[in-house]
């Protein structure tokens, strides 16, 4: 467990553990989706930057990729109810460096962007594909 990951759930108890990890997970994943990912000892690139809402949007797919319908939950259980908490995560790890910024970045880029448990519950596809066929038993 990192230690000032720790330190922030100590501060502002808000959030589970678990939610700032997952947040550090989804700038990566959004950086990967969007071509941005660094590149092995490459310097910071504003290259690599992704915006708030790009970021909330890749963090909406990760979680529903990684939790399906139970997204909405997951998040409620983290403390993550709204975009806004996702822009606090982001901050409270800049603020120890877990994360960086750029210039343009400010905690208004993610504030009420869309209702989060809502795009998390839309996003969720159920798909049978061949496997579930009429007659196939």
């Known amino acids: 467990m990192d230690p000032r990951i720790l330190e922030l ?3 502002d108890p808000r959030f589970a553990y678990e939610a ?3 947040v550090c997970d989804a700038v990566t994943f959004t950086q990967d989706r969007l071509g941005r990912a660094p590149v092995e000892h490459e310097e910071e690139s504003d290259d690599r930057h992704v915006s708030g809402g790009e970021l909330l949007n890749g963090t909406c797919a990760l979680a529903i990729r990684e ?7 997951v998040f409620k259980q983290w403390g993550i109810r709204t975009t806004d908490h996702v822009g606090e995560i982001v901050f409270k790890l800049i603020k120890v460096q877990r994360l960086s910024k750029s210039d343009r970045d400010d905690p208004d880029d993610f504030r009420d962007l869309f ?5 998390l519950r839309d996003g969720f596809e ?5 496997t579930a066929k009429r007659g196939d038993r």
Do not use: H, N, S, W
């Not at 939790?67 to 939950?73: C, D, K, L, R």
């Open 9 to 11: 759930c100590r501060e």
């Open 20 to 22: 700032y990890e997952f």
């Open 67 to 73: 939790f399906g319908m139970m997204a909405p939950v």
């Open 115 to 119: 209702d989060l448990a809502q795009a």
């Open 126 to 130: 159920i798909t049978l594909g061949d």
